[in-house]
T-cell receptor, first 116, second 116 residues
Framework: EPEVTQTPSHQVTQMGQEVILRCVPISNHLYFYWYRQILGQKVEFLVSFYNNEISEKSEIFDDQFSVERPDGSNFTLKIRSTKLEDSAMYFC??????????????FGPGTRLLVL | AQKVTQAQTEISVVEKEDVTLDCVYETRDTTYYLFWYKQPPSGELVFLIRRNSFDEQNEISGRYSWNFQKSTSSFNFTITASQVVDSAVYFCALSEAQYNFNKFYFGSGTKLNVKP
């Protein structure tokens, strides 16, 4: 069964460094998402992406964050200058077009980011 | 205001007990989906079930059952004869149709501890 993959599974970085989290959505999906989960808290929406542009973003998604689909398969989340509070699990999700807005989103396994 | 409320932060039961996890949601949409995800200690989000707003039939899948009641805006999840492997955090989520990019609203999760 097709699945969303994410790399790396874990990343440790120093405060102020740039990180890029990578996701490979399911191949025929057109809508892409990033969510964040700070340890012990709920999963929070960051951004949605469609047709090579951001369709919606939350207040968490400030100028330090950017997303890109550099080729036909990868979907990346970049944090330009990481802060301690960026430490979290980051989930990528994708969905297809067939079921419309309520089509299920499929989540990747997550990247656990630790900022020291 | 919270779109999805899971009032039970943590529940502990002894193996073989039944346990119900509560979920209350809030939406003005008439068309929406509700989801339950399981998050084991390894961190990934495991999809359990999706229900649409037009289908209030209760569902049973093995030891799992779901009770969807639009009148009380609730979508509760029951595990029958719980097992130690059911120990995890369980998240309820809502997706609304009015927004084409249908971000998920997650509840804060209920941590279930099943003791042998």
């Amino acid at each position: 069964e097709p699945e969303v993959t994410q790399t790396p599974s874990h990343q440790v970085t120093q405060m102020g460094q740039e990180v890029i989290l990578r996701c490979v959505p399911i191949s025929n999906h057109l809508y892409f998402y990033w969510y964040r989960q700070i340890l012990g808290q709920k999963v929070e929406f960051l951004v949605s992406f469609y047709n090579n542009e951001i369709s919606e973003k939350s207040e968490i998604f400030d100028d330090q964050f950017s997303v890109e689909r550099p080729d036909g398969s990868n979907f990346t989340l970049k944090i330009r200058s990481t802060k301690l509070e960026d430490s979290a699990m980051y989930f990528c999700a994708s969905r297809g077009l067939a079921g419309g807005p309520l089509e299920t989103q499929y989540f990747g396994p997550g990247t656990r980011l630790l900022v020291l | 205001a919270q779109k999805v409320t899971q009032a039970q932060t943590e529940i502990s039961v002894v193996e073989k007990e039944d346990v119900t996890l509560d979920c209350v949601y809030e939406t003005r949409d008439t068309t929406y989906y509700l989801f339950w995800y399981k998050q084991p200690p390894s961190g990934e989000l495991v999809f359990l079930i999706r229900r649409n707003s037009f289908d209030e039939q209760n569902e049973i899948s093995g030891r799992y059952s779901w009770n969807f009641q639009k009148s009380t805006s609730s979508f509760n999840f029951t595990i029958t004869a719980s097992q130690v492997v059911d120990s995890a955090v369980y998240f309820c989520a809502l997706s609304e149709a009015q927004y084409n990019f249908n971000k998920f609203y997650f509840g804060s999760g209920t941590k279930l501890n099943v003791k042998p």
